[in-house]
């Protein structure tokens, strides 16, 4: 598929501001069912919901204060404060309107999303897990990367594979179309789930997640030449040290 266009984005997550260079694709076949639909990157998906400038992670962290801590609009807005996290009362109280939503989604917008995706005749999974903070429910997300739509949203205490092969199940079961694939970052548990719930299908790392561990074999490769490098001029270094003041002595 063709890069149509690169699209600018700012997201607030609680570890700062992040931009990200969008690569927008379209496929250029017009025998394609989905010819010039836009493609965005899954990996935006797991970031931030669509039109909105804090990431998935402040959301999360925003339910976990609201909802295990107990914590009032003002008190969350000073621990956001406290993190570096510029936001007025207005939006935390919006954000945990959108992170009811999120729990809420799977209920309100059953039939919708199901039109949705029996449109496509398809789906390909994407998974993601966000923990804010250690001890803080983990907040499970299920996307369809075609559609960008969030299938499925749930906190849970842990992330054993048993939970997340639930999760799957409750998805596989309800979408009426086929799963052609599963996208994630690679978690030990997400490999073990897919693999129980969804044994035929095939389950791949996201291009961030992807590149990221192809880069690792490059990455050890020019660590240990550098070692190497830096060892060969240490012996040198010493030579010198050794043949300098003797020729020195000699003269």
Known sequence: MWNEYNNPRHIRTLNGVVELQLKIRRCQNKSCMRYKKAYRPEQEGSLALPQNEFGLDVIAY????????????PQIHTHL?????????RT????IDRYDELLSLWLKDHKRLKAIVANQGRVILAIDGMQPEIGHEVLWVIRDCLSGEILLAKTLLSS???DLVALLLEVANTLDVPIDGVVSDGQQS?????GLALPKI?????????????IIPIYEADRNALKGIEKKKLEDYEKLNVVLPMKIRIW
Do not use: F, P
């Not at 997400?190 to 897919?194: D, G, L, P, Q, T």
């Open 190 to 194: 997400i490999r073990k789930a897919v």
């Open 92 to 95: 935390v109280t919006h954000l």
């Open 62 to 73: 925003i339910g976990a204060l609201r909802y295990q801590e107990h914590r009032s609009v």
């Open 160 to 162: 054993r594979n048993e």
């Open 202 to 214: 095939a389950h791949g790392l996201c291009h961030y997640h992807y590149l990221k561990e192809a």
């Open 81 to 89: 404060e406290l993190k570096g996290i510029c936001i007025s009362k």
